[in-house]
């Protein structure tokens, strides 16, 4: 068991420095590189929570298979659909739930936080992530990741990844 | 000093998890079981900060012992007197403050985020909780938790607990 | 390889343990002892991130050695320029971006919560911290310290050091 533990915490340092760096690419914008965090096979989604607790498969998002994670980068970066913002991308509260090398499967708090120019800084949204996530050599990489937000009324359209 | 370095590292990793396992109970609505993170004569309050920093006994909340805490939960699950919410218990800036096993003494930050159905997200509460963690066997259960608020004006009924 | 893991890793809880000290102080709001986090030669400085990506020199903050911010600290203590508060500053997502001992170079993300008396918590900035960081012997200190915030729209006078 204290074995287990020292595991399971090397594991969530491990987790954390990889949403850390995920979470600045995307707050830099490098959108082109996102899918560069996913496995060739992954299944990346994001679904309201009423949804997800009543096991409803709607989502708001959904993307099977790296292919489409680059159709999605390429759409956003090549739409400007949106007002400039900027973004920043909050991880916390994580805890790995199983470790089955190569996957590990952790949960984490994001808190996604945006500021338009001559607004004040707002919660866009905030929510968990449940991913499963593949060690590859000395890298991680997202195996599956479904972001699971509680803000519904979405001030914006969610156009940006979390 | 090094070992005690290293010692408190490990510390804060184990009081870490103990507070983000806390959240995630919460965040589930869990409250049954709110009270298994106390021991049985564990003293929780919730106060305000402007009262935390004149010294004065007045709180939102106090409850001594595991009991009071069973009951209070009850009385949360049993009555409907606030609209269904959603709420995210952020816990970040943990500090270890001393160690003299089996007695942990811990401040960490808190975010308590808020989101009702048709509206956006909010800050519902920020504050420090200023901890004494027991260790019992490979368990940590709180033996005094106070949490100090900042937010005074709070938007609704402060009935959940942090 | 794993061995740098491992020591990046160790140098990540040892940074983040002297911002959370940092952001304690200064939510006690002891000012006076805020310069004491820097080194005598260090450089702080705040300034928007528009203005940070265009490498426009213009800050709103510049404090050029330790001097400068002891008189920074002397000016906020003695002039009651603005409304009484609570403040609450969190760190997070803190990465470790270089490693050439004595000098540490990370960037974190910061976020300060503002309570005015009768008002709810409100964001009052986000942005990330740029640091380069000294140790001096069991010790950090500040050799640089760089806030990029976000937040063009502050909603009052920006007096507060972050």
Redesign the interface.
Known sequence: ?PAT?AAF?AV??DVE?FL??Y??LL?RGEIARWPDFFTDDAVYQVVA?DNAESNLPLGLIYAEGKGMLQDRAYALIHTEMYAPR?I?L??????VIAVDEPYITA?T?Y?L?E?L???????Q????SFDVIRRVG?QLLFKERKCVY??????NCLVFPV
């Open positions: 068991m533990r915490r969530r340092a420095e850390f760096e979470a600045a707050e929570r900027y920043q909050r991880m916390s509260n994580t805890r949960e708090s808190l936080l500021t120019i001559d607004e004040p800084t707002r919660v949204q905030t929510g968990k000395d509680d803000t519904v009324l979405i001030n």
